[in-house]
C-alpha cells in the first residue's frame, strides 16, 4: 500500500508538469482517478506506446507533444533525437549522420529550450544550443515537448521547451533489472580505409522501490560508434565587384567558388551516459529526490583531404591560367543578369594534402536536489539545481606540398549537385608529396556552467473559476568561457619517408585519388616532435581576439491560476499566469585598434521582460476538444554572439568594428496558439493545429552602427533586427487497425505534417536574405506499424524541406541545406516475456546532406555521404 502522501503528492506534481486539470476534488480522488487514467494503460509494442502518449496529450492544459519511456526504447532510437525527429512540427539537423539538434516550428536552435526533470541544462556548443544525440534513449523515461508556455516553466523557448524526465522509483510496484546489447555496421566504413564499420552498444539499468517510501534507479550505456564520412565541397563564392574577373573578356565579371575539397572522415565516437535516481519518502509530507546525468563523449577522427584554391579569379588574377586549360569554362548568366562561372580548368593551378586528426571530449553533469512538502493547505517545492558542460578540442593538420611534375592542370564543375575534380594521376600519386608543416588549430577548451535556485508553492482554491493558485521564484547564475590557440610547427625532422599511400575516394564522385598518412601518429610525433611541440607559447592576437567569457544572471518569479469552468456552455480546464525575467550580463575578452596591441575589456548589460500566458481546454464533445493558447515568449540571443573579441579600425576614414555583440536583446515574440483535436477512440486522433508568432526582435550577423566608448564604428557582428511574423499549422493522426481482420488487425499508423511560412530573414545576403535559420515550410513524419503475438515492426519516412544552417562556431557561416528524407526501420521479437530480439536500419535510402550558398542553388556547397547503418542485438528484463 503507497503511502497517502505518495498519492497525493506525486499526482498533484503529475498534474503540474504535464499542465493537467485539476478539478474540485479532493487530493486522494484527484490522485487516485490519475494513477487510473495512466495505469489501466497495458504497454506492449510501438502502437501502445502511441496510445499512452495519446492519453497524456489530450488531459494536458497546454500544447505538448509527450513520449513515453517505451517508445524511446523502441528501435530505431538510439537516442532521444530519432524519437523528437517523428513528433508534428520537431526536426533534426544530422551531424555525423546523427539527428542531433532541434528545429520546432520552422524555428532553428537558438529558439528552443532544453531541460532535464524541470532543470535548465548547459552546452558544450559555444550557442546554448543543445546536441540530444548525447542522451541515450535507454536512460530517459519521457520527454516532453511544449510548444505552448505556461507560466510556472522556465523561459527561453519561443519555438518550445523539451524537458527529458527520469523514472520515478516509487511508481512502481516491483524493481526491474534491464539489460540490452547490439553490434553495429556502418556499410560506408569498408570503402573509407581511415574508418571502421563495425561498433557496439550495450545498456544496463536497475528501478528498485525498497520499501512504500524508498527506492533508487540507476542505469548506465555505453556506445562505440563508428565515424565515416565522404564528401566534396565548393567554398564561398566571390560576389563583389572588387574580388570578381572577367574570365571571357565581355565586359561582365563573372562569380565563382573560391575553390573546393575532396575529402573522407574515419573514426570513432565513444559514450558514456549514466543516470542515478533517489526517491524519499521519510513523513507521509514530505519528499526527496536526487537525480543526476553523466554523459561523455570522445571523439577521435582522422580526415584526408585535397584542398583547392584559386578559382575565384580575384581580379583577373586567374585569367591566364583559365584560358590555357585543357578544360573548357562554362559560364552562365544568372536572373539578375551577372554571370557565374560553373565549370572550368586552371593550368598551374594550386592544391595541397591535408591529413589532420580531430581530437574531441564532451562532458555533461545534470544534478539536482528536490523538496516537496505537503502541508494542510500549501505544497511547497525547493528545487537546487547544477549543469556544466566542456568541451576540449584540437584539430591536427599534417599539410604536405606538391613536388611533382608541372605545371598542373585542374578541371572543376559544379553544374550538377556535387563539385567534380579532375587532373593528372600525377596528383594522388604518394610518391610527390613532402611534409611541408603541422597546424594545430582550435585548441580550444569551452566550459559552459549553471547553479539554480528555484522555489514554488501551490494550493487548492474555490475563487470562481479559478481551481489551484500557484507562484513562485526562479534564480540562476551561468558562466561559459572559451579559450583558443592556435599555432603553425615546421618540420623538425626531415628524414622520414614512405609513409604515404593513395585511395579512390568512390561512391560515384568525382575526384582525383586522395593523399593518406598511413601511420599518422608515428609521422607527427618523428617529423615534428608531437602535437604539443609549437615553437611559439606566446599568446598570439587572434588567439586572444577569440577568446571570452560571457557570465549571465537570470531572476524570475510568476504568477499561475488553474482554471475550470464553462464557456458559452462548453466546459473548459486551462491555466493563467504571468512571468516576470530580469537577466544581466558581463562579457569579458579583448580587442585591438591595430592588430598588434591586444587590451583586455568587459562590457555589461541587462533587459527584462514580462511575460504573460493562457491556455484552455474546451471539451466539446466527449471525443472532441479546442485548444487556445496565447502567450508572450523569448529567447536569449546566443552566448558565443554575445562575446566581445572586438577588432577597431580607427585609422580609415570610416571606422569599423567587427567581433561579438556584448549589447544584445533577445528575441522576443507574441503567439497564439489554436487546436482542435478528435480522439475517435483510446488509440485513434486526428488533430490540428494553427499557430501564429509575431517576432518583435531577432538576432543575425550583418553591418550596422554601433557605439564603442563614445566613437561610431560601422560594425559587422551579430545585431538585432525587427523580426515578422511566423505563421503555419499542424496536423497529426494515427489509429491502430484493430478493426481488420486477423492478422492484420496490429497494424497502425502514426502521421503528421506540418506547414511554416514566414517573413523574417536572416541579414545575408542583402539582395536576397536567406530564411531564418532552421525554418523548414514542410516537415513530415510517416510511421507504419505492426504487433502480433510478440512480433513487433516499424518503419518511419522522416522528411523536412530546404532550411537555412548557422553555424554554431561561427555565426557568419550561414548556408542552405537541401530537402532531405530519411527512412529507418526496425524489426523486434519477444522470445519470451522477458527477452527480445532486435534488428534495426538507419537512414537505408542512404539519404546524403547538400548545401549551397547565397541562397542561390545553383552556388553548390557540400555533398556529405554518411551511409546505411544497420543494429542487432538483444533486451533482457527480469
Known amino acids: 500500500m503507497k503511502t497517502p502522501f505518495k498519492l497525493s503528492l506525486t499526482a498533484l506534481a503529475l498534474v503540474q508538469g504535464l499542465g493537467l486539470s485539476v478539478a474540485h476534488a479532493q487530493e486522494d480522488t484527484t490522485a487516485q ?40 526504447g523502441q528501435l530505431p532510437d538510439v537516442t532521444i533525437t530519432d524519437a523528437l525527429a517523428r513528433l508534428p512540427g520537431v526536426a533534426a539537423d544530422r551531424d555525423r549522420g546523427n539527428p542531433s539538434i532541434l528545429s520546432i516550428r520552422g524555428l532553428g536552435p537558438r529558439l528552443n529550450l532544453a531541460t532535464m526533470n524541470g532543470r535548465e541544462i548547459v552546452s558544450g556548443e559555444p550557442s546554448r544550443s543543445v546536441r540530444y544525440e548525447q542522451f541515450p534513449a535507454e536512460l530517459i523515461s519521457s520527454v516532453e515537448v511544449y510548444k505552448s508556455p505556461m507560466a510556472n516553466q522556465t523561459e527561453g523557448g519561443i519555438s518550445g521547451l523539451v524537458n527529458m524526465n527520469f523514472v520515478e522509483p516509487l511508481s512502481r510496484d516491483e524493481g526491474l533489472v534491464t539489460v540490452t546489447a547490439h553490434a553495429m555496421d556502418y556499410v560506408l566504413g569498408d570503402d573509407v580505409p581511415t574508418a571502421d ?19 533508487f534507479a540507476f542505469g548506465i550505456a555505453y556506445q562505440d560508434q563508428p565515424s565515416v564520412q565522404r564528401e566534396t565541397s565548393s567554398y564561398s563564392y566571390n560576389k563583389y565587384d572588387w574580388d570578381m574577373g572577367d574570365v571571357n573578356e565581355n565586359g561582365i565579371k563573372e562569380a565563382a567558388p573560391w575553390g573546393g575539397k575532396s575529402a573522407t572522415k574515419g573514426g570513432n565516437t565513444e559514450r558514456v551516459g549514466s543516470m542515478a535516481v533517489i526517491q524519499w519518502l521519510p513523513t507521509d509530507a514530505l519528499q526527496v529526490k536526487y537525480n543526476l546525468f553523466y554523459s561523455k563523449f570522445d571523439i577521435e577522427e582522422r580526415e584526408d583531404q585535397f584542398w583547392f584554391d584559386g578559382w575565384g579569379n580575384w581580379q583577373n588574377s586567374s585569367l591566364w591560367n583559365y584560358q590555357n586549360s585543357q578544360y573548357d569554362t562554362q559560364i552562365v548568366t544568372t536572373e539578375n543578369g551577372g554571370e557565374q562561372i560553373t565549370a572550368g580548368g586552371l593550368i598551374w593551378a594550386n592544391h595541397s594534402a591535408n591529413n589532420a586528426t580531430w581530437f574531441q571530449q564532451n562532458e555533461l553533469v545534470s544534478t539536482g536536489l528536490n523538496l516537496e512538502w505537503q502541508g494542510d493547505v500549501w505544497l511547497t517545492a525547493l528545487d537546487v539545481g547544477y549543469s556544466n558542460a566542456s568541451i576540449e578540442s584540437r584539430w591536427v593538420n599534417v599539410t604536405s606540398t606538391y613536388t611533382g611534375p608541372t605545371p598542373v592542370d585542374i578541371g572543376w564543375d559544379v553544374s550538377g549537385d556535387r563539385l567534380e575534380v579532375v587532373a593528372s594521376e600525377e596528383i594522388g600519386n604518394p610518391d610527390y608529396y613532402t611534409l611541408n608543416g603541422m597546424t594545430v588549430d582550435n585548441d580550444r577548451i569551452l566550459d559552459d556552467e549553471m547553479l539554480t535556485i528555484k522555489a514554488d508553492m501551490s494550493r487548492f482554491v474555490d475563487w470562481g473559476h479559478a481551481t489551484q493558485l500557484s507562484f513562485g521564484v526562479r534564480w540562476s547564475d551561468r558562466e561559459k568561457d572559451n579559450n583558443v590557440i592556435s599555432w603553425w610547427q615546421g618540420v623538425t625532422d626531415s628524414s622520414v619517408s614512405g609513409y604515404g599511400s593513395s585511395y579512390a575516394l568512390g561512391g560515384g564522385f568525382v575526384s582525383p585519388d586522395l593523399y593518406t598518412i598511413n601511420n599518422w601518429q608515428s609521422v607527427v610525433n618523428q617529423a615534428f616532435g608531437g602535437i604539443d611541440s609549437r615553437n611559439n607559447n606566446d599568446p598570439q592576437p587572434q588567439n586572444l581576439l577569440n577568446s571570452w567569457n560571457v557570465q549571465e544572471t537570470n531572476s524570475a518569479a510568476y504568477f499561475m491560476l488553474n482554471l475550470d469552468g464553462e464557456l458559452f456552455g462548453i466546459p473548459y480546464t486551462g491555466n493563467a499566469g504571468v512571468r516576470y525575467v530580469r537577466t544581466e550580463s558581463t562579457s569579458a575578452g ?34 472532441s476538444q479546442v485548444r487556445v493558447g496565447l502567450a508572450r515568449t523569448m529567447s536569449r540571443p546566443p552566448l558565443v554572439e554575445m562575446r566581445t573579441g572586438f577588432w577597431l579600425d580607427n585609422q580609415s576614414p570610416v571606422k569599423t568594428a567587427s567581433g561579438g555583440n556584448p549589447k544584445l536583446n533577445p528575441f522576443v515574440a507574441d503567439q497564439i496558439d489554436l487546436g482542435y483535436e478528435y480522439f475517435f477512440s483510446e488509440d485513434a486522433a486526428l488533430t490540428f493545429s494553427l499557430f501564429f508568432k509575431d517576432l518583435k ?22 545585431v538585432n533586427g525587427d523580426g515578422g511574423q511566423i505563421r503555419g499549422f499542424e496536423v497529426m493522426y494515427q489509429q491502430a487497425f484493430t478493426m481488420l481482420p486477423e492478422p492484420f488487425d496490429g497494424l497502425g499508423i502514426y502521421s503528421n505534417y506540418s506547414y511554416t511560412d514566414s517573413n523574417v530573414t536572416e541579414f545575408v545576403p542583402e539582395d536576397n536574405p536567406l530564411p531564418l535559420g532552421g525554418l523548414s515550410k514542410n516537415v513530415g513524419s510517416l510511421t507504419l506499424w505492426y504487433y502480433k503475438s510478440g512480433f513487433d515492426a516499424k518503419v518511419s519516412y522522416n522528411y523536412r524541406s530546404a532550411y537555412t544552417r548557422v553555424g554554431s562556431w561561427d555565426p557568419t557561416e550561414i548556408t542552405t541545406t537541401r530537402g532531405e528524407a530519411t527512412v529507418d526501420a526496425s524489426i523486434s521479437y519477444d522470445v519470451t516475456d522477458k527477452f527480445k530480439i532486435m534488428l534495426q536500419g538507419q537512414n537505408l535510402t542512404n539519404e546524403v546532406s547538400q548545401s549551397y550558398f547565397d541562397n542561390d542553388p545553383s552556388r553548390i556547397g557540400s555533398y556529405i555521404e554518411w551511409g546505411k547503418r544497420y543494429l542487432i542485438g538483444f533486451q533482457y528484463s527480469m
Open 33 to 72: 482517478v490519475q494513477e487510473e487514467e495512466t495505469e489501466v494503460i497495458t504497454v506492449r509494442g510501438f502502437g501502445s506506446t502511441l496510445t499512452r502518449s495519446l492519453q497524456h496529450k489530450k488531459l494536458a492544459d497546454s500544447t505538448v507533444e509527450i513520449i513515453s519511456t517505451d517508445d524511446l
Open 197 to 215: 564499420a563495425s561498433g557496439k552498444r550495450g545498456s544496463f539499468s536497475i528501478i528498485e522501490p525498497i520499501s512504500d517510501t524508498f527506492g
Open 590 to 623: 579583448y580587442q585591438t585598434e591595430d592588430g598588434v596591441t591586444i587590451e583586455p575589456t568587459s562590457v555589461d548589460h541587462s533587459y527584462s521582460e514580462i511575460l504573460p500566458s493562457l491556455n484552455l481546454r474546451l471539451s466539446v464533445t466527449e471525443d
Open 697 to 718: 526582435t531577432h538576432v543575425g550577423s550583418a553591418t550596422d552602427t554601433i557605439t564603442f566608448n563614445g566613437v561610431e564604428y560601422q560594425f559587422s557582428g551579430p
